[in-house]
């Protein structure tokens, strides 16, 4: 069951986390790893998020970042959507 949204203000440090479902992997190989780590750095970039600290193992990715210019949910869904097509297309598999 997914997490019920939090409280989201501007300038607010969060800790932000996606993982697999049923601990199954979501980052399985370099280029995936890659993708992933450009993605949020763009994202730092546009100013939506600051990251403060960020991890990767292949079930779960974390993340430590202050919000910016946009709400997290939306960064994040910006983030994990873009990773499902990318991924999706450098494997030949459909996005669930």
């Known amino acids: 069951m997914p997490r019920q949204p939090c409280l989201d203000a501007r300038d607010t440090l969060h800790h932000g986390m996606v993982q697999g479902f049923e601990g199954r992997a979501i980052f399985t190989d370099a280029p995936g790893r890659a993708d992933v780590v450009a993605r949020v750095a763009d994202l730092a970039?546009?100013?939506?998020?600051?990251?403060?600290?960020?991890g990767l193992l292949p079930n779960r990715a974390c993340l430590l970042v202050r919000t910016g210019?946009?709400?997290?949910?939306?960064?994040?869904?910006?983030?994990l959507t873009g990773y499902?097509?990318?991924?999706?297309?450098?494997?030949?598999t459909s996005p669930s």
């Not at 210019?69 to 983030?79: D, F, I, K, Q, V």
């Not at 499902?84 to 030949?92: I, L, Q, V």
């Open 84 to 92: 499902a097509w990318a991924t999706s297309s450098r494997t030949g």
């Open 69 to 79: 210019t946009r709400a997290l949910a939306r960064s994040m869904r910006s983030l």
């Open 45 to 54: 970039e546009q100013g939506a998020l600051t990251v403060k600290a960020w």
